[in-house]
């Protein structure tokens, strides 16, 4: 298996240490694909011709995870919603396409994409290509947030998607950079939790101190009334299970605030994210249980899981699992 590559724009980018042992290899579609999914972000996958060759490396940084990724083949993705996250991808070689909620974006080696709150996006990536890409986390961002208002500065909500300027980009690789270098020097187990705890925080800031200084055209979108509509009903009932995390929340209750039936509801969820309602609600409660974990080592595995709509521990655990690939008790370690 041929080894990750650095790029011409940041040839200091040591990855010897994110990619020493991979999450997975295989050369399998279906089963890349399931294990792409459990890892990463569901999607849909699209192989376009053989060649596969699936490689994913992944690292923690605090709450933060680095990955570096290859398919082998082309490949044509359509990542279901998301907005717990903010996805950082930079193209280490090769070329690529993001189409993202009506943003339409042409990428070559060595520039940065930014993918957030997505609800339609759709990205073809080239045959051989490799990709670095971080996922910071919604929460890290929102403590982020309040530091800049505290600070004065202005509260900008950043778009579904758009790519770094040339300046920005060598300011984030650089970051990058110190993360992978941290990793390296101290791993994940031995970091230490201040230091982890300022390099990750910078990561939030500056995605949130450096707005995009120009974006692509839209796209003609006939269907933009009826796809805003959709995204301000998901917008409220997202809102609804984030304030009642650990809460009881039925159909009902979440239909009665998106202003529609229990069955358009079903209808909704299931073209947007392909789930249910209460498959949907599990998921924001599992990411927000994890979360918790990584970050208050002080609360027991039970206390969380309770803090989260969990009353049956063993439940907890068989969700948790399958989600993420392990059991609580294995992140708490971490």
């Given at each position: 298996?041929?080894a990750f590559?650095?790029?011409?724009?940041?040839?200091?980018?040591?990855?010897?240490?994110?990619?020493?042992?991979p999450?997975?290899?295989?050369?399998a579609?279906?089963?890349?694909?399931?294990?792409?999914?459990?890892?990463?972000?569901?999607?849909?996958?699209l192989?376009?011709?053989?060649?596969?060759?699936t490689?994913?490396?992944?690292?923690?940084?605090?709450?933060?995870?680095?990955?570096?990724?290859r398919y082998?083949?082309?490949?044509e993705?359509?990542?279901?919603?998301?907005?717990?996250?903010?996805?950082?991808q930079?193209?280490?070689n090769?070329?690529?396409?993001?189409?993202?909620d009506?943003?339409?974006?042409?990428?070559?080696?060595?520039?940065?994409v930014?993918?957030?709150?997505?609800q339609?996006?759709?990205?073809?990536?080239?045959?051989?290509?490799?990709?670095?890409?971080?996922?910071?986390?919604?929460?890290?961002?929102?403590?982020?947030?309040?530091?800049?208002l505290?600070?004065?500065?202005?509260?900008?909500?950043?778009?579904s998607?758009?790519?770094?300027?040339?300046m920005?980009t060598?300011?984030?690789m650089r970051?990058?950079?110190?993360?992978?270098?941290?990793?390296?020097l101290?791993?994940?187990?031995?970091?230490?939790?201040?230091?982890?705890?300022?390099?990750?925080?910078?990561?939030?800031?500056?995605?949130?101190?450096?707005?995009?200084r120009?974006?692509?055209?839209?796209l003609?979108?006939?269907?933009?009334?009826?796809?805003?509509?959709?995204?301000r009903?998901?917008?409220?009932?997202?809102?609804?299970?984030r304030?009642?995390?650990?809460e009881?929340?039925t159909l009902?209750?979440?239909?009665?605030?998106?202003?529609?039936?229990?069955?358009?509801?079903?209808?909704?969820?299931?073209?947007c994210?392909?789930?249910?309602?209460?498959?949907?609600?599990?998921?924001?409660?599992l990411?927000?249980?994890?979360?918790?974990?990584?970050?208050r080592?002080?609360?027991?595995?039970?206390?969380?899981?309770?803090?989260?709509?969990?009353?049956?521990?063993?439940r907890?655990?068989?969700y948790?699992?399958?989600?993420?690939?392990?059991?609580?008790?294995h992140?708490?370690?971490?």
């Amino acid at each position: 298996m041929a080894a990750f590559t650095s790029t011409a724009q940041s040839p200091d980018l040591d990855l010897s240490y994110l990619c020493q042992t991979p999450v997975f290899t295989s050369q399998a579609p279906l089963h890349s694909h399931q294990l792409l999914s459990r890892e990463l972000v569901e999607h849909d996958l699209l192989w376009r011709g053989d060649g596969v060759d699936t490689a994913l490396f992944r690292r923690y940084l605090g709450r933060c995870q680095v990955f570096a990724l290859r398919y082998g083949a082309e490949v044509e993705v359509r990542l279901r919603p998301f907005s717990d996250f903010v996805l950082v991808q930079m193209l280490l070689n090769g070329r690529a396409r993001v189409d993202c909620d009506g943003v339409s974006l042409e990428l070559e080696a060595g520039q940065v994409v930014v993918l957030s709150r997505c609800q339609a996006a759709r990205l073809v990536w080239q045959r051989g290509c490799e990709q670095l890409m971080l996922r910071v986390p919604r929460s890290l961002l929102e403590q982020g947030r309040q530091q800049v208002l505290d600070a004065g500065g202005v509260d900008q909500p950043l778009p579904s998607a758009y790519c770094l300027d040339p300046m920005q980009t060598r300011v984030w690789m650089r970051l990058v950079g110190n993360v992978l270098d941290q990793m390296a020097l101290h791993g994940e187990q031995a970091s230490p939790e201040p230091w982890v705890q300022h390099l990750e925080h910078s990561l939030a800031l500056f995605l949130l101190t450096h707005p995009p200084r120009g974006l692509a055209p839209r796209l003609p979108d006939p269907e933009s009334a009826g796809q805003r509509q959709a995204l301000r009903q998901l917008v409220k009932i997202e809102t609804l299970m984030r304030q009642r995390l650990g809460e009881a929340l039925t159909l009902a209750e979440l239909a009665a605030v998106g202003g529609m039936s229990v069955r358009s509801l079903n209808s909704l969820c299931q073209r947007c994210y392909r789930q249910t309602p209460m498959e949907r609600l599990r998921a924001l409660r599992l990411e927000a249980a994890r979360e918790r974990l990584l970050a208050r080592r002080d609360l027991s595995i039970t206390e969380v899981a309770l803090a989260h709509g969990f009353a049956h521990l063993g439940r907890f655990a068989h969700y948790y699992h399958q989600r993420f690939g392990e059991l609580p008790h294995h992140t708490r370690s971490r």
